[in-house]
C-alpha cells in the first residue's frame, strides 16, 4: 500500500492524461503504477474543469472478521478469523487530513478548479443538501461484510472525514453489496422515510442541483483501508479496490439511472469515475503508522 498521501496521486494521475505483483512497489513513483491498478469511466462527461468536494471519506476497518469452512477427509472444520486496526483515531484523522490536502494540490496540479469549501458552504443549493444528509460527526461507525464470510456477523468500520468537513454514506440503490448489513440497511430506510415524511428530496436530486447551481461537478471522494492483505485475511495493510476506493463525479444535469449486469457491482454514487481496481497492498513487515500514511 501507498503512503496516504501518495494514494489521492494514484488515483488522480489518469485525471492528467487520460507485470502485476501482489505488493506495491514502494520505490516506484506512483504514477508509474496507475496503470495496473487505476481505471477510469465517463471522464468526458465532466463539463469543465470546475470541481467542488462535498464528500470526503476514509473508512478505516477497525475489526474485520471472517468465519469459513473447510473440508478435509470428509471432517468439516470452521474457522474463525479476525485482525483488528493498530492505529489511534487520533492518527487516522491525521491521515485523512493530510490525504484530503494533498488531493487537494493534485487536483489543482491537473489543471482542475477546486471550489473552496468556504465559498459555498453557505450557499441554499448546499444547505439543502446538508439538510438532506443531516450532519454527522466524525468519525462515522459502520459494519461491512468481509468477502467469504460465512457468518451472520459483520465487520466494523471508522469513517472519518476531513476536519471541519463531511462524509456521507452513497444513497440506497448506490452503494456496494459490501454494505449491505442489517445495521447499515436500517440506517438507509430510516433516513429514506425520514425524508420522505418531510417532504424533503433525496440527496442525489439535491447534489445534482448544487452542482447546476455551482456550474461544476460534485466529487465524492473514498478510500477503504483493511489491516489485513485481502486475499486469505493476511497480515499487512491493504487500500481496497474492485472500486470500493474511488473519485465519483456527479455532474450538473445528471442520469441517476443506473444498468450493470455485474453480480456485484461497485459503488455507482455518480456518472463519472476514477476507480481503484486492484487492491494496494502494503508489505506485511511494514506497519509503522509512517508506512500507513
Given at each position: 500500500m501507498?503512503?496516504?498521501?501518495?494514494?489521492?496521486?494514484?488515483?488522480?494521475?489518469?485525471?492528467?492524461?487520460?507485470?502485476?505483483?501482489?505488493?506495491?512497489?514502494?520505490?516506484?513513483?506512483?504514477?508509474?503504477?496507475?496503470?495496473?491498478?487505476?481505471?477510469?469511466?465517463?471522464?468526458?462527461?465532466?463539463?469543465?474543469?470546475?470541481?467542488?468536494?462535498?464528500?470526503?471519506?476514509?473508512?478505516?476497518?477497525?475489526?474485520?472478521?471472517?468465519?469459513?469452512?473447510?473440508?478435509?477427509?470428509?471432517?468439516?472444520?470452521?474457522?474463525?478469523?479476525?485482525?483488528?486496526?493498530?492505529?489511534?483515531?487520533?492518527?487516522?484523522?491525521?491521515?485523512?487530513?493530510?490525504?484530503?490536502?494533498?488531493?487537494?494540490?493534485?487536483?489543482?496540479?491537473?489543471?482542475?478548479?477546486?471550489?473552496?469549501?468556504?465559498?459555498?458552504?453557505?450557499?441554499?443549493?448546499?444547505q439543502t443538501l446538508i439538510k438532506v444528509i443531516g450532519k454527522t460527526d466524525s468519525p462515522v461507525k459502520m459494519t461491512f461484510r468481509y468477502e467469504g464470510n460465512l457468518s451472520i456477523e459483520n465487520s466494523d468500520a471508522l469513517v472519518f472525514a476531513p476536519t471541519g468537513m463531511v462524509w456521507y454514506a452513497p444513497a440506497a440503490g448506490e452503494a456496494s453489496g459490501r454494505y449491505a448489513t442489517v445495521t447499515n440497511l436500517g440506517a438507509q430506510i430510516t433516513g429514506a422515510l425520514g425524508r420522505g415524511f418531510s417532504g424533503e428530496e433525496p440527496h442525489v436530486v439535491s447534489e445534482i442541483k448544487l452542482a447546476e447551481a455551482l456550474n461544476a461537478t460534485a466529487l465524492k471522494v473514498y478510500y477503504v483501508v483493511s489491516p489485513v492483505r485481502s486475499t486469505g485475511m493476511k497480515p499487512g495493510y491493504t487500500i481496497i479496490g474492485g472500486g470500493q476506493s474511488r473519485l465519483a463525479f456527479r455532474t450538473p444535469g445528471a442520469s441517476t439511472m443506473h444498468f450493470t449486469f455485474s453480480k456485484n457491482p461497485p459503488p455507482l454514487e455518480g456518472n463519472a469515475f476514477v476507480r481503484l481496481k486492484d487492491d494496494v497492498r502494503l508489505d506485511p513487515s511494514e506497519k509503522s503508522y509512517e508506512a500507513i500514511e
Amino acid at each position: 500500500m501507498p503512503r496516504s498521501s501518495t494514494l489521492p496521486l494514484i488515483l488522480i494521475v489518469l485525471l492528467l492524461s487520460g507485470c502485476a505483483e501482489t505488493i506495491y512497489n514502494r520505490t516506484i513513483p506512483a504514477a508509474a503504477q496507475a496503470e495496473q491498478y487505476v481505471e477510469t469511466d465517463d471522464l468526458n462527461k465532466l463539463p469543465n474543469k470546475k470541481i467542488l468536494i462535498t464528500s470526503f471519506g476514509i473508512e478505516f476497518d477497525t475489526h474485520v472478521f471472517k468465519h469459513s469452512r473447510s473440508k478435509i477427509n470428509q471432517t468439516t472444520t470452521y474457522t474463525n478469523q479476525t485482525s483488528d486496526v493498530d492505529l489511534s483515531n487520533e492518527v487516522m484523522q491525521s491521515i485523512v487530513d493530510d490525504a484530503y490536502g494533498k488531493l487537494v494540490k493534485d487536483l489543482a496540479a491537473a489543471g482542475y478548479d477546486v471550489i473552496p469549501y468556504e465559498s459555498y458552504r453557505d450557499t441554499p443549493a448546499y444547505q439543502t443538501l446538508i439538510k438532506v444528509i443531516g450532519k454527522t460527526d466524525s468519525p462515522v461507525k459502520m459494519t461491512f461484510r468481509y468477502e467469504g464470510n460465512l457468518s451472520i456477523e459483520n465487520s466494523d468500520a471508522l469513517v472519518f472525514a476531513p476536519t471541519g468537513m463531511v462524509w456521507y454514506a452513497p444513497a440506497a440503490g448506490e452503494a456496494s453489496g459490501r454494505y449491505a448489513t442489517v445495521t447499515n440497511l436500517g440506517a438507509q430506510i430510516t433516513g429514506a422515510l425520514g425524508r420522505g415524511f418531510s417532504g424533503e428530496e433525496p440527496h442525489v436530486v439535491s447534489e445534482i442541483k448544487l452542482a447546476e447551481a455551482l456550474n461544476a461537478t460534485a466529487l465524492k471522494v473514498y478510500y477503504v483501508v483493511s489491516p489485513v492483505r485481502s486475499t486469505g485475511m493476511k497480515p499487512g495493510y491493504t487500500i481496497i479496490g474492485g472500486g470500493q476506493s474511488r473519485l465519483a463525479f456527479r455532474t450538473p444535469g445528471a442520469s441517476t439511472m443506473h444498468f450493470t449486469f455485474s453480480k456485484n457491482p461497485p459503488p455507482l454514487e455518480g456518472n463519472a469515475f476514477v476507480r481503484l481496481k486492484d487492491d494496494v497492498r502494503l508489505d506485511p513487515s511494514e506497519k509503522s503508522y509512517e508506512a500507513i500514511e
